[in-house]
């Protein structure tokens, strides 16, 4: 496929925290695409270090305490920044995502067709198990995003995404925990970059259910963006 060759400029940044259960599968399922893979370790109890030294080509960033999710994101897009990377992929490390709707959305951002491109599991293309409960709650997310940030998107919290050098550059993620999705999404439309959404999958296994986000920590997310939106 024409991309393949792109791919060495691409940069797969994967926050984690715990995930030593299944880090080495999502590494694995990695490594085949030939992308710089960066693990940011955010202050985890577990050893991920000694779990992941056996993979030489990959690089490993450590943050001394744990500082959430949106840090070490932002951790990883300043390490590639740095590398010279020029398309960035962020991808959840609990094993729901496939690293096989990577190339898919990358292909807009090599087509200069957008600047960051949205996975949804929501789309025709897109499938997943979620349980209804939780599908209620990842549609009531989508109103709450649109209400903050005025992009109405079919799936606003999907960890998996690509962006080009110009919107990893123009991003700043403050928001250290989950809302850090809702912060991204309103500086799409706050610096008029051009955004897409691809459908892709996303499996629910025991062990992601397990870590998944709880109906209490959905409101702790809403209430940091109303002080956001009233103070920040």
Sequence with gaps: MFYDNYLRETYIIVPAFNEKAVISEVVEQLLPLGGNIVVVDDGSSEDLKTELEKYTQIDYIRHKVNLGQGAALQTGIAFALKKKAEY????????????????AILVPLLKGQADIVLASRFLIEGSHNAAVSKQILLKAGRWVNYLFTGLYLSDAHNGLRAMNRKAASTLTITENRMAHATEIIAQIKKYKLRYKEIGAKVTYTNYSRKKGQSSLNSLKIFFDLVLQKLFG
């Design 88 to 103: 960035l992929v962020t991808f959840d490390a609990d094993g729901q995502h496939s690293a096989e709707d990577i190339p």
